[in-house]
């Protein structure tokens, strides 16, 4: 098993930043894949940034890319998501997601962290 907890959320006026932290713990050697998904209410959640452990390999969802950066230390067992030039339509809860393979990021879910982009 493996245990994802979010950090860094919270409310922040449009083209602000913010940088969420996911910390995992667990069987972490079980993991290659780690990414962010979001979901606002009344939409689909979507997954918004994906990265890979062993070589940092990185994919974005359209909205996000260039505004939006995941990276992670792998000595710290931390991903994070550093999000720029935030629009109100980025607010959601944010889930930190991790899986064996690309295909199965989100076996794992983190508790979420709510994300507010208003003025």
């Known amino acids: 098993q493996v245990q994802l907890v979010e950090s860094g959320g919270g409310l922040v006026q449009p083209g602000g930043s913010l940088r969420l932290s996911c910390a995992a713990s667990g069987s972490i050697a079980s993991i290659s894949a780690m990414g962010w998904s979001r979901q606002a209410p009344g939409k689909q959640r979507e997954l918004v940034a994906s990265i890979l452990r062993s070589n940092g390999s990185t994919i974005y969802e359209a909205s996000v890319k260039g505004r939006f950066t995941i990276s992670r230390d792998n000595a710290k067992n931390t991903v994070y998501l550093q999000m720029n030039s935030l629009k109100p339509e980025d607010t959601a809860v944010y889930y930190c997601?991790?899986?064996?393979?690309?295909?199965?990021?989100?076996?794992?879910w983190g508790q979420g962290t709510q994300v507010t982009v208003s003025s």
């Open positions: 997601n991790a899986g064996s393979t690309w295909r199965r990021i989100l076996d794992y």
